[in-house]
T-cell receptor, first 113, second 110 residues
């Protein structure tokens, strides 16, 4: 089944403790992206990647890192999480970005205390 | 910057027709998407418009006017399961990322 898999689905952590949210897609998509979703603000892009070893900042990249060492994986790294990073995170991938839009993972609800 | 506006909330009756509007002002335009998102779940693709006009897909239709920076999503024969948020998103020329509006929360009542 074609899908984008994120883990974990839920995570509660403490301020400053490094964490990684994994994302993997099995559709051989070139484009991958991370979004965060907050009430009243909608989906905002954090980082995106157009191919292996090619990444770029989205609208809200501060406090996040990404890597794209393999085509299928695009992990999101929070080196020192803070409470304002409490949010619902979505990973998404796309065949061509335009006509096909993005396929989204199931989401990761992160709480930083 | 990119600006995409949608109404925050709408309510409609089961069996009726509802139109959700989206206006956008972006630095270039390369297509507009509509997504459906149930609470706590991932957005799912509904439609894509890049040329002016109406695209119909079953009970759902989407319209685009590029000159007006305007789109709408039309839902016919509303069902209770259509209660969800509907997200308008634009791809900007030269970019490969989607810029989203804040979404319209639709509630379908009996």
């Amino acid at each position: 089944e074609a899908q984008v898999t994120q883990n974990p689905r839920y995570l509660i952590t403490v301020t400053g403790k490094k964490l990684t949210v994994t994302c993997s897609q099995n559709m051989n998509h070139e484009y991958m992206s991370w979004y965060r979703q907050d009430p009243g603000l909608g989906l905002r892009q954090i980082y995106y990647s157009m191919n292996v070893e090619v990444t770029d900042k989205g609208d809200v990249p501060e406090g996040y890192k990404v890597s794209r060492k393999e085509k299928r994986n695009f992990p999101l790294i929070l080196e020192s999480p803070s409470p304002n990073q409490t949010s619902l995170y979505f990973c998404a991938s796309s065949l061509g970005g335009q006509r096909y839009g993005y396929t989204f993972g199931s989401g990761t609800r992160l709480t930083v205390v | 910057g990119q600006n995409i506006d949608q109404p925050t909330e709408m309510t409609a009756t089961e069996g009726a027709i509802v139109q959700i509007n989206c206006t956008y002002q972006t630095s270039g335009f390369n297509g507009l998407f509509w997504y459906q998102q149930h609470a706590g779940e991932a957005p799912t693709f509904l439609s894509y418009n890049v040329l002016d006009g109406l695209e119909e897909k079953g009970r759902f239709s989407s319209f685009l006017s590029r000159s007006k920076g305007y789109s709408y999503l039309l839902l016919k024969e509303l069902q209770m399961k259509d209660s969800a948020s509907y997200l308008c998103a634009v791809i900007v020329t030269g970019a490969n990322n989607l810029f989203f509006g804040t979404g319209t929360r639709l509630t379908v009542i009996p």
